[in-house]
């Protein structure tokens, strides 16, 4: 990203945007491929049938001769690349918007305190990811020792789906996703390591706060579910970024109320 810096600074026009913006799109192209091959290759080895017709992945326990450690280490890179492939149309112009306030500071190094925001945000994402995953290997114990509230899951990751749309329309949800697109004024930041990593943890938990509703959607779905996957990036995005976000907010979650309903009457009925 050094390098992105000093050619922006030897470039006027639309180089700057043009570079910074295809350095993103190649992000996307390589995270999105991995997390690809890696859902495929979960989706491979199967998983172990539950009461109440669902199947529980071998994403939540180690495999044979590995540590739960190991386990959870492959998760965490593994998530973290996902998060990459998710939420990176949603973070790169707050990014960009990050680059441009460097004003005149444009240097060499604007491109590595672009980037150390950019590892700011993700580390968030990281640490969100490890509770991911302590939970969801403690939920899946339990509905193994527990046939009766294995059975009950897919009326719950239903019920989650619905309350996390009906989110979409709170107050919390619109103060949040106002927050989203902070970045300092132009010529304002700093070129600091630490102030870069801070604004990008405080992007990162701003926008954990605005969007968690909707990860909690696609883990109710299924973390693997790359059509899941899409819509909820697709949806992530758009409400950030697509004129009148309070009412594509609405929309996605009128959209996800009624898929929630959905999955509880199919998980009731069946």
């Not at 965490?76 to 973070?91: E, I, S, Y």
């Not at 444009?106 to 990281?126: D, I, K, P, Q, S």
């Amino acid at each position: 990203m050094d390098n992105v810096g000093m050619t922006v600074r030897r470039h006027g026009g639309l180089a700057p945007r043009a570079i910074f913006f295809g350095v993103a799109s190649l992000l996307f192209a390589a995270s999105a491929a991995v997390t690809f091959v890696w859902c495929a290759s979960m989706e491979a080895m199967g998983g172990t049938p539950m009461p109440g017709g669902w199947t529980m992945s071998a994403l939540w326990a180690p495999m044979c001769g590995r540590t739960w450690f190991d386990a959870a280490v492959s998760f965490a890179g593994m998530w973290n690349v996902m998060m990459v492939a998710m939420m990176l149309p949603a973070l790169a112009p707050a990014l960009w918007r990050y680059f441009e306030a460097m004003g005149d500071q444009r240097t060499a190094r604007a491109g590595g305190m672009t980037a150390m925001a950019g590892v700011g945000y993700f580390f968030v994402w990281l640490a969100v990811g490890v509770l991911v995953f302590a939970a969801g290997a403690q939920l899946t114990a339990l509905a193994v020792a527990s046939p009766a509230l294995a059975h009950t899951a897919p009326a719950v990751a239903g019920g989650v789906v619905a309350i996390a749309g009906a989110l979409q329309f709170s107050a919390w949800k619109a103060r949040w996703l106002a927050c989203c697109g902070y970045s300092p004024a132009c010529g304002h930041a700093r070129l600091d390591a630490q102030a870069a990593l801070r604004h990008g943890l405080r992007l990162g938990r701003h926008c954990l706060c605005c969007c968690g509703n909707l990860m909690a959607a696609l883990l109710a779905a299924g973390v693997m579910d790359r059509p899941a996957m899409a819509l909820v990036a697709a949806a992530i995005a758009a409400e950030r970024w697509m004129p009148g976000g309070a009412r594509v907010a609405r929309g996605i979650g009128a959209a996800a109320i009624a898929v929630g309903v959905v999955m509880v009457v199919r998980a009731v009925t069946a």
